[in-house]
């Protein structure tokens, strides 16, 4: 099994020194006799393949992603060699887009192609890796874990080429992750406390409400008090023109209309008017 990027060369290593042919997906490509080879079998492989006399060994340069196939060397007297050849294009650069840089949320994404793997990593150790299939889209892969570290590294990769790019944390990151754990505690105080407030702004309601409550009762009951005692001296009290009277009606105390008319009429029938 043999890998290689597009544009460098391949040799194969098993020689050919006392002449033999090269062959690609069956058919002849080069054949080497007496010492001298022959490529003019097929135009797509003409003048770039070479053949070295002291390793009698062959050599394809400037190869493309077309040239992918399998290659045998058939020495002469039957020895032969299989070879699967597989040619990459170099893989891109992977670009960073950074979302919010106050909750460092940033997407590493590259150019798909094929086995292509993107992942992040956080010094030697892997912490997230995607790839897939299918080549027309492009692959993204979130930095979902934001540890106590100043920078992290993205890295796009095939077979044959990688390439990375270190993402420096800003100083305004929280170094701590935030979980969801973390965040239904924090819900759960943010409810207790709001219900603590209303609760006690209830009792203190209900407290300032039943003070007002008895302080009406008290002045309620203040004032009703200094009328029953307004009163009692009013119905108490003796009209000045019955202290004219006899010492027998002194201490007779008048309560209406009626009793003063039966007063006077006793008056009369004594012969006092």
């Given at each position: 099994m043999l890998t290689q990027v597009v544009g460098k060369s391949i040799t194969f290593s098993?020689?050919?020194?006392?002449?033999?042919?090269?062959?690609?997906?069956?058919?002849?490509?080069?054949?080497?006799?007496?010492?001298?080879?022959?490529?003019?079998?097929?135009?797509?492989?003409k003048d770039r393949i070479q053949w070295d006399q002291e390793t009698g060994q062959f050599t394809i340069k400037d190869l493309t992603t077309s040239d992918s196939g399998m290659y045998v060397v058939d020495g002469k007297g039957g020895a032969k060699t299989t070879y699967q050849l597989t040619v990459f294009d170099p893989v891109s650069r992977p670009m960073l887009t950074t979302?919010?840089?106050?909750?460092?949320?940033?997407?590493?994404s590259v150019k798909n192609d094929r086995d292509v793997t993107l992942s992040w990593y956080s010094g030697e150790e892997i912490i997230n890796k995607t790839s897939s299939p299918e080549l027309s889209i492009k692959l993204s892969l979130p930095l979902v874990d934001i540890l106590n570290?100043?920078?992290?590294?993205?890295?796009?990769a095939n077979p044959v080429t990688k390439v990375h790019v270190t993402f420096h944390v800003p100083t305004t990151c929280t170094e701590t992750k935030v979980t969801d754990n973390d965040i239904e505690r924090v819900r759960g105080s943010l409810i207790g406390a709001v219900m603590c407030v209303l609760v006690a702004s209830g009792v203190l309601g209900l407290a300032i409400y039943l003070k007002k409550g008895r302080n009406r009762d008290v002045q309620d009951s203040s004032e009703r008090e200094q009328a029953?005692?307004?009163?009692?001296?009013?119905?108490?009290?003796?009209?000045?023109?019955?202290?004219?009277?006899?010492?027998?009606?002194?201490?007779?105390?008048?309560?209406s209309v009626y009793d003063h008319i039966q007063l006077h009429r006793m008056d009369i029938l004594s012969g006092n008017v």
């Open positions: 098993n020689p050919t020194k006392q002449g033999g042919s090269l062959l690609y997906n069956g058919d002849n490509i080069a054949v080497v006799v007496e010492g001298r080879m022959d490529s003019s079998y097929k135009d797509s492989f979302a919010d840089n106050e909750t460092c949320s940033v997407e590493c570290r100043t920078s992290y590294i993205c890295e796009a029953v005692h307004m009163y009692a001296e009013v119905t108490h009290s003796k009209p000045k023109h019955n202290q004219e009277l006899g010492p027998c009606n002194e201490d007779l105390e008048v309560k």
